[in-house]
Structure formats: structure tokens, C-alpha cells
């Protein structure tokens, strides 16, 4: 059961050791316990073999404000796989995506992500992060969050996205709880110390993905002595402001889109092979703007120009998608339109990960972002100068999804608790890298400037192909990490992997 209490063990275990001359604040210092159980759900790895280890479940109380060790306090979710002991080198960590991703989930039912060699080698660990999933989520009234907009059109709905945002975050707060204020991935990267001592680890062996990598990087500025191996899967760059942010974002989900069109123009699996992809794009856009698209998908829902953006976006993250993708945008250009524009479903406004826990209220956990970006915009102006930029870097998308951040986190005070900055790194194992050229959400831009800001301490390793993420996507690219991660060794600077044909 999920709860926030105060703690008066964690009271006398703060005053003993600050009478010891430790930092109260540093989770290794209390070796915490974990007590794990078999999860009440356990789906094994195809590949796996007969004897693999069951799923475990378990959680860790932790210190809502890391600042304040002996105020409240929170449980985060965990789940593991033993490695037979015979074979068992250490605890792998995998620090999940989103904002908003489930650990335990990938854990107990995804556990194949990782190679079977790995598994011989490491107990397989993650954790739900503090305010999502089953680590006491974020939690808001449905009704506030339908009335973000997917986009703003005027000032007037510029100042009410400013008002309607306040009551959010408040209602957020007195829904949750103090953990509201600290769910940024600074605080994150405090509970991931409190599990490696928990798991009785000297050093932290690490693998985040997408969003993880932020947790990631963190870690390695907070503890570089304490980081055995780390890798970074489809990096994101903490270090852009409001503009540097939407503008790499416009042009990724752009590259993306034209790599699609490539394929359906070389590939016979694509269900609009020898058609004017381009064109058609355009007519559902145009649909869309007029309020007369539909998804085939949802009988009588009509598809704004935002959300046709955004699912469409969504399918490039993997080319096993693409087939599915195709046939989704022919259906829809077979669909002869509706006279009139239908009604707009409010529903559609919410973000992808918004989960109903009840009539009334949803689990909110991009709500970590606001607590990790500052993106102001003054005012209407400025917000609709980088609409016409995006339009123009991505002429075809127009709407590269990163425009919700801006409407979600505006208004949001100011500094926020991990802003932006420059990485400071001084581990001394070089972190790895694994980014792909055309990833349709971390764009390989991102991923240079991160190798850039690391120096000798980062090493990047490309894969020349397509998707989010690479690990899994060519065995190339898993080897190498493998072996960074068992024997630590390190790829060669400039290393890269060769392109996965989409059709093979």
C-alpha cells in the first residue's frame, strides 16, 4: 500500500549518524532494506531458460525531500530477477523512460529487453520512479488536466492555460501530497543510491533509457566515484533552453517523417507503396484542421492536427510499427469525410501516459518534467513565433509533440529544482553512449552534444539506423554494450553499428 509518513526511525537513524560524522543525507549511509516477495504477476523472458528466477516485488521507504531526511517519507516500488548464484556478477539497474514509465513493469513482464548473458551475469533491478506507477503517483483532478490545450490559439487562451495551470499544480499538491514538490529527477537520482545500497552494491551498474538517461546523468554528477559502468540509451540533452529544446525536436520528428516516407517509397510492405505519401499527409492534415478526421481506431473521434501529429510520431519509435502506421493513414484517406466537423472530444487533450485511477482524478507523471525544464514563454507572441518556427523546420509533422511541454509546464515557478545545465562529469569509466542516427524522439543531436559535454568521460557508440532506442534493435549494438557492461570494455571513439533494413 502506497503512503506518505513520518518516520521516527529514520529520526534516530539521521541524529546517530550525524553524531558519527556522516551525511545524513547520503542514502548509503543507512543501508536500507528491501524486503522482497514474489510479484503477484510474473512473465518470464521468451528466451528464457527453465530455471531462470521468478519476478520479485519490493519497496524501500525513502525521505520525500532528501534535504530533510527525517520528514516524511515515501515507499518506492521495486522488482527483480536473481542471477543464479553461480553465474552472478552483481545487480544491473535500469533506469526506465517516459517521464512516466513503469521499471517494475519492464521487470516483471518485459525482462527479455536485456540479453540472456546479462541475466546469467546480473540480478535484473528497476523501480517505479518517486511519483509514478506504484511509488506514490502524482495525482490531479481529470478535469484540470482536459483543459490544457493541445495547442494555444490567441492570448486569451494564453492567459487561461496560465490560470488553468495554477489551480493544477494546486490541486496536484493537495491530491498527492508533499511528494508533489519533489519529483525531479535530482531527488530521483538520490533514491537510486538508496537502492544500490540497498542491493549491498559498492558500485552502480546502470543502463537508463530515453528519459532514464536524465536520471542517468544525474547520478553519474552527484556520485562519479560510485558508478561501475553506466549506459545511456537514446540520450536526452538537459543542457537546451526553451528555443534549442522545440527547435531539435521540430527537426527530429521531421527527420523522422521523411525517413518513413523513404521506406514507403522503396518498400512494398508499405500499404501506400507507389502513392504521393506527402500529399496524402497533407489532405489528413487538411481534414484535420477542418475538423473532419477520424481515427479508424476510434469510430466518431475526430483527430485534431496536434493528435494526428502525435500518434503518427508515436509509430515511428519502432520500424516494426511502420506497416501498421501505413495502413492506419491509408484507411483514413479512404474514409470519405463528414459534411460538418464533429464534436471535439475533450478526451483527446490528455497526454498519451495520463491513466484514469477513477472518475474524478488520473495519475499525472509527466509532472516530473516541470520539476526538470524550464521553458518559459512571455507571452502569446513569443509562443506562436515558435509555432511558425516548428511549421518550418518540420513543414510536414507541424507539430512536433514537445509543443505540449511548453503548454503543460507554463506558468511553472521558477527556478525549478533540476534546471537545465551543462553536464559535470568526472566518473572514471567513461560513460556509454548508445544513440541512433535517426531516432525519431532523442535526435542524434542530443546525443553529440551529451558525448561532448562528458569529453574523455563519454564514448559514443552509433547505430546508423532508425527507431528510439538501439540495444535491442541490432545485435551489433547489443554486444557492445554487453561487454561494456560485464567485462567493461569500452568501444572505440567513433564506433558505429550499420543499419538494420526495416524489411529484414
Known sequence: MLRVRKSAVGLTIALALTAAGLTPTSPAAARPAIDWQPCDEDAPAEDAPVEEAPAECGSL??????????????????????AKPATREGALVFGPGGPGDSGVDRVVNGSSRFSADLRRRFDIVSFDPRGTGGSHPVVCARELLARQPQLIA?????????????????????????????????????DLDAVRAALGERQLTFHGSSYGTLLGQRYAELYPDRVRAMVLEAAMDHSVGTRAFLDSQARTAQGAFDEFVGWCDRSSACALHGRDLRTIWAGLRARAERGVLTDPKRPGVPLTPFELARLTHKEFYDTARWP????????????AAPATALPTDARAALPADTRATGDAVATY?????CQDWSLPVRDYREYAAHLRRAAQLAPDLRYPPALFALVTCLGTPTPVANPQH??????????LLAATVHDPASGYDWARNVAHQLGRHGVLLTYQGWGHGSYTTTPCVGRAVD????????????????AVDPDE
Open 61 to 82: 521507504s525513502l525521505p520525500v525531500d532528501w534535504n530533510r531526511p527525517q520528514g516524511e517519507r515515501f515507499d518506492l516500488a521495486l522488482a527483480r530477477r536473481v
Open 483 to 498: 561487454s561494456y557492461l560485464i567485462d567493461a570494455v569500452v568501444p572505440a571513439r567513433g564506433a558505429n553499428c550499420p
Open 154 to 190: 490567441d492570448q486569451a487562451q494564453f492567459d487561461a492555460t496560465l490560470a488553468g495551470n495554477a489551480l493544477l499544480r494546486a490541486d496536484c499538491r493537495t491530491r498527492t501530497g508533499p511528494l508533489y514538490d519533489h519529483v525531479d529527477t535530482t531527488s530521483a537520482a538520490r
Open 422 to 431: 551543462r553536464l559535470r562529469v568526472h566518473t572514471d569509466v567513461p560513460l
Open 365 to 369: 507523471p509527466f509532472a516530473v518534467f
Open 324 to 335: 501498421g502506421l501505413a495502413g492506419w493513414l491509408a484507411a483514413m484517406d479512404a474514409t
